[in-house]
């Protein structure tokens, strides 16, 4: 006789509450002009950000970082009244100074040694940094609590001191205010233009390549390399270009010649970064999600390259494929361009479709799965509020209460599933 097992009429609430427990939060992109204007004096440090383009659509994919905000009244100091003679590409690596690459929450700070921490800054990816000076140096002084920024150089010529913490989002952003400008070492705020467009001819620098005479052809066909020169002289490109064996070995359903001129000009955009990363960067980048220029224009998480080392060479997956950077056709700050295995397709027009099997002796071509994001936890934001005139060392008890608040939850939510599970087992049997 075949055992009957009860199902217990509790099983549908209890498997409602799995769900609701096990859910993977969603990850929620990063702006900071919206995050700071609720902050009147907060607001001339956030035009800065806006009129910087490159690093505002920097920050729109980034998920886990500290910004260093200056309020108003310390803006207008004279140290940083020099701001106003800097050029847009200077003025913009001056920002990306203030993006530290990782999320401080109050409990961290408390807990940085006098003798510091090393913090990665989003000027560090540029590639324009010297060794690690596009790092900053954080420490903490135990007797009066205060904590102090600085560049990583011996006798660093600025050094800044957080005044507050003026919001949380637990664990994306942590917005500090400080009391100046951080300035990097060797950075010349009295310069004008620091570094003038090498106005490069990225056709002529692809046919002296070799190897790479379709992919020149379509830039000088599509029209869109003029833009690419022209942003040479802001923030800088990365240019990854097929070589010819990558053309002639695409999917039979893959047509690019059949694509609209604005399509054609989108998938060559997504061959762009809109900052210079020489090879060293790109081996050590801290964030692999990078957007395109073709995200410029479609907007914020689409058109995204994901960026990591694979086997001692530099991997770029798409999506749908992966391909390996193969040499350097160009490096002199600010552009870099580099061959690739594969032609990038991004999945947002041809789709998982088109990913074909590898073949022999054509390098990295499997079929690569989209970058997994649900490592980020949900957001919850912080309750702690601007303060442009406080001079002392913050009080960080606040933050207690929030950091403490998300580890009883994720406590409790395992506590939870595993007494659910336990109750289900009791009903079953």
Excluded: W
Excluded at 204 to 231: C, K, P, Q, T, Y
Aim: with cysteine.
């Amino acid at each position: 006789m075949a055992l009957k097992l009860p199902i217990s009429h509790f099983t549908p609430t209890i498997l409602t509450y799995l769900l609701i427990f096990t859910t993977t939060p969603h990850i929620l992109a990063i702006n900071v002009t919206d995050i700071l204007s609720p902050y009147p004096n907060l607001s001339e440090f956030s035009a800065l950000l806006s009129s910087a383009t490159a690093v505002a659509a920097d920050l729109s994919h980034r998920t886990s970082i500290t910004l260093l905000a200056v309020p108003n009244s310390y803006l207008t100091s004279s140290t940083s009244a020099d701001i106003t003679r800097l050029s847009p590409s200077s003025l913009a690596d001056l920002l990306r100074f203030h993006v530290l690459l990782q999320y401080l929450s109050a409990s961290d700070l408390r807990q940085i040694p006098s003798t510091g921490i090393l913090v990665t800054t989003l000027f560090q990816t540029t590639g324009r940094a010297t060794a690690n000076l596009g790092s900053v140096n954080i420490s903490r002084n135990p007797t009066t609590t205060t904590i102090s920024i600085r560049s990583p150089v011996p006798y660093s010529p600025t050094n800044v001191t957080v005044l507050s913490i003026i919001k949380t989002l637990p664990y994306n952003i942590t917005i500090l205010s400080v009391n100046s400008l951080l300035v990097p070492a060797g950075f010349d705020l009295m310069s004008s233009e620091s570094r003038p467009p090498l106005g490069i001819n990225i056709t002529r620098a692809l046919i002296d390549g070799h190897n790479f005479n379709v992919a020149a052809s379509m830039l000088a066909a599509s029209g869109v390399v003029e833009g690419f020169e022209a942003d040479e002289g802001g923030a800088g490109i990365t240019l990854f270009v097929p070589t010819d064996f990558a053309f002639s070995d695409l999917p039979n359903n893959v047509k690019l010649q059949s694509l609209t001129a604005d399509k054609k000009a989108v998938v060559l955009k997504f061959h762009v970064l809109h900052s210079y990363y020489p090879l060293g960067s790109l081996e050590s980048i801290v964030n692999p999600v990078q957007p395109t220029l073709a995200t410029e224009e479609t907007g914020a998480g689409r058109f995204t390259l994901n960026i990591s080392r694979v086997n001692g060479s530099v991997a770029i997956d798409t999506g749908i494929v992966q391909a390996a950077v193969t040499q350097t056709v160009f490096d002199q700050n600010p552009l870099a361009i580099f061959g690739v295995s594969r032609v990038l397709l991004p999945r947002e027009i041809f789709g998982k479709e088109s990913t074909v099997p590898s073949k022999p002796g054509t390098g990295m071509m499997g079929r690569a799965q989209p970058p997994d994001n649900s490592q980020s936890p949900e957001n919850s934001p912080g309750l702690s509020g601007p303060s442009s005139h406080v001079t002392s060392p913050p009080d960080l008890r606040q933050d207690i209460i929030s950091s403490g608040a998300d580890d009883i939850f994720n406590f409790k939510r395992s506590c939870g599933i595993v007494a659910l599970f336990c109750i289900a087992s009791l009903y079953v049997l």
